[in-house]
């Protein structure tokens, strides 16, 4: 069982940054891997990017590829996404979210998720 809390979203201006975190539960953090998903209002859920348990492989979705960073600290059970060089169309929910070992792209085979942080970009 993991639980995951999301932090760190806010209103920021086009072309600013943002640094959200996902804190974890439980002593096997370092087994799961971990993604991050987001959802702007009307519509559906949209992968964002995804590290392995080990954090040496990452996938990003190509609308948000050089512009985030996705990063995990497990001796601190946590997750990171750098956001840089926001757009609007960036505005959004964004919940991370964890599966045993293997990342995914899609969300339907993560078991495990955070509440959700809001992340606002004003033109």
């Known amino acids: 069982q993991v639980q995951l809390v999301e932090s760190g979203g806010g209103l920021v201006q086009a072309g600013g940054s943002l640094r959200l975190s996902c804190a974890a539960s439980g002593r096997t953090f370092s087994s799961y891997a971990m993604g991050w998903f987001r959802q702007a209002p009307g519509k559906a859920r949209e992968f964002v990017a995804a590290i392995s348990w080990s954090g040496s492989s990452t996938y990003y979705a190509d609308s948000v590829k050089g512009r985030f960073t996705i990063s995990r600290d497990n001796a601190k059970n946590t997750m990171y996404l750098q956001l840089n060089s926001l757009k609007p169309e960036d505005t959004a929910v964004y919940y991370c979210?964890?599966?045993?070992?293997?990342?995914?792209?899609?969300?339907?085979?993560?078991?495990?998720w955070g509440q959700g942080t809001q992340v606002t970009v004003s033109s």
């Open positions: 979210a964890a599966r045993w070992r293997i990342y995914s792209d899609n969300g339907d085979v993560y078991p495990y």
